[in-house]
């Protein structure tokens, strides 16, 4: 028998500017409902953010 099991994500995006349409992957939650998993890690690429948006609240989105 297989041990497999269905995990679901959800991407955490940051939208400086919703009228540009452009976004920064900022993380990524996970769940497994079998394994009563939710995990999530982050990263912000604060450069990037900044390219698109130099007005961008770095304190908020952090």
Do not use: I, Q, W
Request: with cysteine; glycine share 6%.
């Amino acid at each position: 028998m297989s041990d497999r099991h269905v995990f679901e994500y959800a991407l955490l995006r940051v939208v400086p500017r919703v009228e540009r349409g452009e976004r920064v992957n900022a993380g990524v939650l996970v769940y497994c409902r079998a394994k009563s998993y939710v995990g999530a890690l982050t990263y912000l690429d604060e450069t990037r953010l900044l390219a698109l948006d130099p007005h961008a609240d770095l304190p908020g989105v952090r």
